[in-house]
């Protein structure tokens, strides 16, 4: 297997020293240092003309108790593939694969290096601060797999002073039981948190067997889980312009893998354990700011059923050091390397795998007026057998028109990504294939941006038109011998539209805030390398349609929300033979807080699928119908 040469280290050095050249040659004394933002300069500054939204804090205080995946389906236009309500649960962005989505956590990628992917039924929101989401290929920001977008994850940031704490409680239909307690404590020089949580259910629901003669009503059995975390946050100002912060993330799930419809079940058992541990050092000067990121990660998976007894265990190091320059208010670079270390011990491997990856990365954000904003973004990769393309993206965010109540923007990018295939796409047995080509992406998008003020009325609305191709998409296909290898088989064409829309009224003591979204995807094999033709056919659990909407209401201690979101009909064949069905799923929660002393007690019900949709996500894997949940929070001070 082919080692980094020496002109590929000279490479990274050059691109990162790059930024640090460019700043040497500017005037320092226009350099502003910017206080607190030295610590606070998001990723999506250099993403000019992409799509970015995030999830509202509301939504994400009152679901706290459920899984980022559960986030996701309720309030975006992705689409969550779920194996079972036991079962993992992947995202699809734009019609591509959950491995084309890049899952970063305090700016680091945390997919899986042996599937490429995330499993977001194990992510739960509790250990979570903030949700970002980062439509379109990413790769010049993210790295490998950046494909069809990202998603950014951030630890909690607990900023109050003194102590501070939480206590939980949910109880729910189907055996449902959820626990979590986080305590914290800061003053102008530390900061410390710690929470705990613990989920358990029995998932014993009433479904429809489709499968059986007479479609009898069953009550489902083996889909039990118990998860439970615990997550760590410590940060440090070690003077006034330099900070030390300590995260850690560990979640465990012990679940038993639903059955699909019509088989048997094989006493299957899948228990994760992934522990995340990250330290970044920040320091700003008058030559920048300087972010310097060593992270540990280990995933372990073992899988038993009948005659199987499998184990994957997977370390990841990563190191990630960024120079970041502001030159007044008119331009920001950023370079920087990452370095990646996997070691892998999978029992369908034939032996341990060891793999190094690098990449530079060089993001510039330029502002030349008050209106206009560039971005150009160029990142390489090199990876121990594959040497990527570089990716390259070049974005502009215009405002063409102003007044008292209305702004109107213009946006566009064209962006490169790429994926290098994953560990168990080489070296599973059988069917590994040494000889896969690196995946490539180029995403092209335009868009109209709106926003509108009125008094306490504020309406933003968006909308996007995007076309994707990706070359050498990787696929698993079967071979004479009875199993499985993947080949690059194909090239792929996603286009699709974009639409959002988000309000927000004070009504004299009620305020109220909306929310819709909406796509259309057309995501199809275009070319086919070998094997079948089967051009111009939707691809298999890609929806065509996806809307959401949202809807809340909250008065003095009182509050309301609503959620809704309709999945289009979904072929589960690559040919468009077989499909299932549309599905529309309605959630209602109302909660109300209760003032005790310096104290809060807030007290909340909620109901999901209140219409009692049957649906599946994934073919004859049969999801819960309606069903109901009590919360209560003890919230000091």
Do not use: C
């Amino acid at each position: 297997m082919a080692r980094f040469s020496f002109k590929s280290i000279v490479f990274l050095l050059g691109l990162f020293g790059a930024a640090h050249t460019l700043r040497a040659q500017q005037d320092t004394s226009h350099y502003q240092l910017q206080g607190v933002e030295i610590f606070g300069q998001p990723a999506e500054i250099y993403a000019a003309g992409s799509r970015v939204s995030s999830i509202d804090s509301s939504f994400l205080s009152t679901y706290n108790s459920t899984s980022l995946a559960a986030a996701l389906q309720a309030r975006t236009p992705l689409y969550i593939k779920s194996y079972g309500v036991s079962g993992i649960s992947s995202v699809s962005f734009r019609g591509t694969m959950a491995s084309h989505t890049a899952v970063l956590w305090n700016g680091l990628n945390i997919s899986s290096p042996s599937l490429g992917q995330t499993d977001l039924a194990a992510l739960p929101l509790g250990g979570v601060g903030t949700i970002a989401i980062q439509h379109g290929g990413t790769g010049a920001m993210y790295g490998s797999g950046a494909i069809g977008g990202a998603i950014l994850l951030t630890s909690p940031d607990y900023t109050s002073q003194g102590f501070s704490g939480e206590l939980q409680q949910e109880a729910g239909s189907f055996g449902r039981y959820y626990s979590k307690a986080t305590f914290n404590y800061g003053n102008d020089k530390f900061s410390v948190s710690a929470g705990g949580y613990r989920l358990q259910a029995e998932n014993d629901f009433r479904y429809t067997d489709y499968a059986s003669f007479g479609a009898p009503e069953r009550k489902q059995e083996h889909a039990a889980i118990l998860q439970y975390g615990f997550t760590q946050d410590l940060a440090w100002n070690l003077s006034t312009n330099s900070k030390l912060a300590l995260h850690s993330w560990y979640t465990f799930a012990d679940r038993e893998p639903q059955a699909s419809l019509g088989a048997a079940h094989n006493n299957s058992r899948q228990i994760d354990k992934n522990l995340r541990l990250l330290a970044e050092y920040t320091l700003g000067t008058n030559w920048g700011e300087t972010s310097i990121k060593a992270g540990y990660f280990n995933d372990l998976l073992k899988y038993t059923a009948t005659s199987i007894n499998s184990i994957a265990d997977i370390a990841t190091y990563q190191l990630q050091a960024e120079q970041t320059y502001t030159y007044g208010r008119t331009w920001r670079l950023r370079g920087g390397i990452n370095l990646q270390h996997f070691a892998a011990n999978v029992d369908g491997y034939s032996q341990p795998e060891k793999e190094n990856r690098a990449s530079a990365f060089v993001l510039l954000r330029y502002d030349p007026i008050e209106a206009l904003a560039l971005s150009l973004n160029l990142r390489q990769a090199f990876a121990e057998g594959y040497n990527p393309n570089p990716t390259p993206t070049l974005g502009a965010n215009y405002r063409f028109y102003s007044n008292n109540n209305h702004l109107f923007y213009l946006k566009g990018n064209v962006a490169g990504s790429y994926r290098v295939p994953t560990l168990n796409d080489r070296f599973w047995q059988p069917g590994g294939n040494p000889d896969l080509k690196s995946e490539q992406g180029w995403n092209y998008e335009t868009g109209l941006q709106h926003e509108y003020t009125s008094g306490t009325l504020h309406l933003e609305s968006e909308a996007t038109v995007y076309y994707m191709l990706v070359d050498n998409w990787v696929q698993w296909v079967p071979t004479e011998q009875g199993f499985y290898t993947p080949k690059n088989l194909q090239k792929v064409r996603s286009q699709g539209i974009e639409i959002s829309s988000s309000a927000t009224k004070q009504l004299g003591k009620v305020s109220i805030t909306a929310a819709t979204g909406y796509t259309y995807t057309l995501s199809e094999q275009v070319k086919s390398y070998e094997g079948p033709e089967e051009l111009h056919k939707q691809l298999a659990y890609v929806p065509l349609h996806k809307a959401t909407g949202a809807l809340s209401a909250a008065w003095q201690n009182w509050s309301l929300t609503g959620n809704v979101s309709y999945n289009g009909l979904r072929y589960t064949t690559s040919d468009n033979t077989t499909n299932l069905a549309a599905f529309t799923l309605l959630d209602l929660a109302a909660s109300r807080k209760f003032i005790l002393g310096s104290n809060t007690l807030q007290a909340s019900v909620q109901a999901n699928n209140l219409l009692n949709t049957e649906y599946q996500t994934m073919e004859n894997m049969p999801m819960p119908g309606r069903n109901y949940a009590i919360n209560f929070r003890f919230i000091i001070p």
